[in-house]
């Protein structure tokens, strides 16, 4: 089995990178800046690939998430896309920082093109989830929910009221833009989000994300693991 | 030469596809729903890429663009990208329905990442545009303005805020996101746009939109006409 994960900041993915002890192929997506990540288990293939940077930062956003899973499906042919990577969430709906969930579907909230049926219903995406994703949370006992995506950290009232009809819970940065390109490649894809703050408790400002980004990194960290076990039938 | 139209709707495209015979070639991107149509001027290879459909219409916004690109650079190897088609624009920077545009700049007005200067300056991403376009744009006799993009019809105050702090003039939903690809690609990249709507005179509705859908698409086709035959330097 080749799973892939697609992560967009190195911060998120460092202690994941560390825990598998997986290596860097060095330009392998070259000219692009996303880098690659790999690693053998039983015979299985493991790959981790970031967005890479540009001007001065970590690539983020829907754009870069479309880039790098676009050249991932592309190169590494996987059986599996996993998005993995931190959240906002509410805090009226259960979740805490640093709770774990799997999604069980995945939208944008920041795509408003009214119209007539089509148009919403493409602009919103609503896109496949891999089918054994309930069977995995189930077993491993995290919790589920919808992530919905968007391209800036903050949220409008124009968000959360799309966020709010369509009963999303996780709002993150990319899931959405991972699973769009998935779709169109037909790859399954899940979704691993850990929650960095809780949008209706405060403003969802940097100071917030960037004081829970390692906790919430370490946290996404141990689920990957378990669920890459699971996955491949390891104790 | 090889020059490369990336077009997000068929309706957008007809005009200029119908002007130029180009013919499709079709599956060329399978299993991406891209479409391409392409034909041979005095030796010269002119290419138009569509987005494509999914969920019964058109893909429009940032991520179908970004794939769109990505495939057309890597496929087509373009030595000059045009990203052509419809805006909105402000009448109080004296545009009017049906003008033309080429771009001076690029950048997106709605993913929102305060935080420091790195992370802010990546979200706007003001792109490098071709270095002839200011050329072209005088030769012709096109007016130039910035393009800013975002993934939605409507105009929210967070998105006009962020357009007049950096001076944007046009207001679409593709530019910044073919821009962005066309960056990690180093490929150069024009933007020729025309209006349909005026942000500042009423709401950016899909009706008005609609509306002038038709004729703005003939006055990108009639544009793009120019721009190649100066490009080509046929009279």
Known sequence: MKICFIVAMQAEAQPFID?????????FF?????????????????????????????????EAASVATMAAIQQLHPDLVI?????????????????????????????????D???GTQSLGNYPIFDRAAEIANAIGFKMGKV????????QPCDLQIIEENHGELKDMEGAA?????SLFKTPIMLIKSVTDLCDESAETFE?????LAMASHAIADANEKVINYLLKKS
């Open 30 to 62: 070259l000219p692009l800046p996303c880098k690659m990540y790999q690693t053998d288990i039983d015979g299985n293939k493991l790959y981790v690939v970031l967005n890479g940077q540009q001007q001065g930062s970590d690539l983020v956003g829907c």
């Open 83 to 115: 998005n993995s990577g931190t959240c906002g969430a509410f805090k009226k709906n259960g979740a805490a920082i640093g709770d774990v969930y799997i999604s069980n579907g995945v939208m944008f909230h920041d795509r408003r093109v009214p119209g």
């Open 148 to 155: 919905t995506t968007g391209s800036s950290l903050d949220m």
């Open 117 to 119: 049926d089509a148009w």
């Open 19 to 27: 825990r598998f002890g997986v290596s860097e192929a060095p330009g």
């Open 208 to 212: 917030i994300f960037k004081k829970n």
């Open 178 to 182: 991972v699973a769009f390109v998935c």
